[in-house]
């Protein structure tokens, strides 16, 4: 069990007054937990198969807050120059699960891994201004996100070398020779050892579970209603949030190894993997009601990454394109899980007789980007150009690893760019990628196999409810040479199933993809709010490659049945509106 848990904050509370030509503020939490829980057992089933038993538990616990603030009655008269107030989080988390059971006769057991990360990130400024510029920002960047559960009942092929080893007649004497000697000096009774036992059942579960709410907001005013907070610069307004997430997995495998004519063969052999992500991710840019802007340019925006980093491919590529791309981003198709899928699920059972494996895969997601100026706002941009970027995060230090190379996760957000191309600019914006794999597959193809009867099946579903938002409420006033407001959401979401089967008397395998998608893109300004501008831009854009395919193949000398279900089911709703 591991727990990670704090709160990161820099605050200048009401009441306080701060001298200053410039201002920065910086709460910034750098958090890495990683949890490893591993059983593993070589015992013979010495008369007992139970006694061959092999469990193992690991839960990873995050709850991580970090805030920097400024309060609505903090007296900042005296500070003229830049004012930056950042929030940022950084996060490396993973959970791993494993068990393994591999003597003579070798029962099984169960792997369970257990995650819940829950981060809260927020910049706020809440005061009156007359300086320079302003920029807000809050981010949280999570550069690994892993929980990983694996079981392996029966031996490898490389721990059947190493049984052969250590069964050598000469290896033998020595190791009980000093087992005798231990047990001896321990005062404990010397019993023969029993005769090793057929193993009638061998059974693998793995459950991974992970659980996440990653909360991030950026905000100015709406602090206190009753008096209007009021911002008078001569540079730019920047109000941002950011989240990303650079490798997102969720895994469970499950494996029932069994080989009669190496004395390692059992009756039964049952296998079941299950893996569940859910992710809630909230991102959100804000300036509160009855606030009143005067800057160069005003930038609100929001944005959520999620990428499965897959060499340029895209909602537009064809099944085969997908598949074709997976391939050459690994070895082999068991290498793929760890590298890129989102979620991950597979199980595999050898056996004399029966053999059952089956296994579940649920990504469940809900992610929103809000950018959004409230009620009763004025905004007034005096720049007489429309084109100009922040770099919020550049003033980072460079993290290097053992080998001096810098680290990729720091230099991206180091290098990360905020463009727009108008002098007020309002933007959410969601790019998601996912990959989820389910089934019972193996190198050799056929994930359940038996000289009797082989029955498996994989089910992956899929469920998506995401979000982007941007707008300006009512009763408001902006101007500006160009105004714009935008709301856009890429999804590229993928599931694939393949099962397989072999049993020389009965074969039956199944495969189901269910993809549900759920999109609302909105962009808007309320009939309510004047707007005077050369220019005006409100635009909602959803852009969806949707893929979902089930395989399934049995072989058998008398019977066998496959069946393959793939569902896509979709709801979209994208909205541009006065």
């Known amino acids: 069990y591991g727990r990670l848990a704090g709160e990161t904050k820099v605050e200048i509370l009401g009441n306080a007054t701060v001298k200053a ?11 890495s937990l990683k949890v490893e829980g591993t059983a593993a057992t070589t015992r013979d089933g010495q008369g007992s198969n139970a006694t061959t038993l092999s469990a193992a538990f690991s839960m990873a616990h995050t709850d991580l807050k970090t805030t920097a603030s400024v309060a609505r009655h903090a007296d900042l008269d005296a500070v003229s120059g830049d004012v930056t107030v950042t929030a940022l989080t950084e996060q490396s988390l993973s959970n791993t699960a494993s068990s393994k059971s591999v003597g003579q006769g070798a029962m099984g057991g169960p792997a369970v891994a257990l995650s819940l990360f829950n981060s809260d990130t927020r910049a706020r400024f809440d005061a009156d201004l007359d300086a320079n510029s302003l920029s807000v920002n809050a981010a949280n960047m999570v550069s690994l996100q892993s929980t990983n559960a694996s079981v392996q009942a029966g031996k490898a092929m490389l721990d059947s070398l190493k049984a052969k080893v250590l069964s050598q007649e000469d290896f033998k004497k020595f190791t009980t020779a000093i087992g005798n000697k231990v047990k001896t000096f321990l005062g404990m009774e010397i019993k023969p050892d029993g005769e090793p036992v057929e193993s009638k059942l061998r059974f693998a579960s793995a459950v991974a579970v992970g659980i996440a709410n990653h909360q991030v907001e950026a905000r100015i005013g709406g602090g206190d209603q009753a008096l209007p907070q009021r911002l008078v610069l001569d540079g730019d307004l920047t109000v941002t949030a950011l989240q990303q997430q650079r490798s997102l997995h969720n895994g469970a495998e499950s494996k029932v190894l069994a080989d009669a004519e190496k004395d390692d063969g059992t009756k039964m052999g049952i296998s079941v993997a299950a893996s569940y992500n859910q992710l809630t991710q909230h991102t959100r840019a804000l300036i509160g009601n009855n606030t009143t802007v005067n800057a160069d340019h005003i930038g609100v925006a929001s944005r959520n990454l999620q990428t499965l980093d897959l060499a340029g491919l895209d ?32 199980a595999t ?8 494996a089956g296994s579940v895969a649920v990504l469940n997601t809900d992610i929103d980007a809000i950018a959004w100026v409230g009620d009763n706002v004025s905004l007034t941009a005096t720049a007489t150009g429309n084109n100009w970027q922040a770099n919020p995060y550049g003033f980072l230090p460079v993290i290097r690893d053992k080998d001096n190379n810098e680290d990729k996760a720091r230099k991206a957000l180091r290098e990360f760019v905020w463009a727009w191309d108008s002098a007020v600019d309002v933007s959410a914006a969601n790019q998601i990628q996912q990959l989820a794999i389910a089934g019972n597959i193996s190198l050799a193809l056929f994930g359940n196999s038996s000289d009797g009867k082989a029955v498996g099946g994989g089910v992956n579903v899929q469920v998506s409810n995401n979000q982007a938002s941007a707008g300006i409420g009512a009763n408001g006033t902006v101007k500006g040479k160009r105004v714009d407001v935008t709301a856009s959401q890429e999804e590229l979401i993928i599931g694939v ?54 395989g399934a193949l049995a072989v058998s000398n008398e019977t066998g049945i496959g069946a393959g279900v793939a569902v896509n089911v979709l709801h979209t709703d994208v909205l541009a509106l006065v």
């Open 349 to 356: 059972s050898e056996s004399e007789e029966t053999g059952l």
């Open 497 to 550: 199933t393949p099962s397989a089967g072999k049993g020389a008397s009965v074969a039956g395998t199944g495969a189901v993809v269910v993809s549900v998608v759920n999109s609302d893109v909105n962009a808007s300004i309320h009939n309510s709010t004047v707007v005077q501008a050369e220019q005006v831009g409100i635009t909602a854009d959803h852009q969806l490659g949707l893929w979902s395919a089930a």
């Open 21 to 31: 030509q410039d201002l920065s503020m910086l709460a910034h939490s750098q958090d």
């Open 315 to 346: 909602r537009w590529n064809s099944l085969d394109q997908v598949f074709e791309n997976l391939k050459t981003h690994v070895p082999g198709a068991a290498a793929i899980p760890g590298k890129i899928a989102s979620v991950y699920a597979n």
